[in-house]
């Protein structure tokens, strides 16, 4: 479990950039329509 989560959270490290640089555009995107 612990080697799962670690991968997990290093992986979401990675990916936080791209949903931070986007959440503005498709979150609120989708959100307006």
């Known amino acids: 479990a612990a ?3 670690g ?4 992986n979401l490290m ?6 931070e640089n986007n959440r ?3 979150g609120c995107g ?3 329509r």
Request: glycine share 0%; proline share 5%; aromatic share 10%.
């Open 3 to 5: 080697r799962t989560d």
């Open 7 to 10: 991968k997990a959270a290093v």
């Open 14 to 19: 990675k990916l936080m950039p791209y949903y």
């Open 24 to 26: 503005v555009r498709v």
């Open 30 to 32: 989708c959100v307006t």
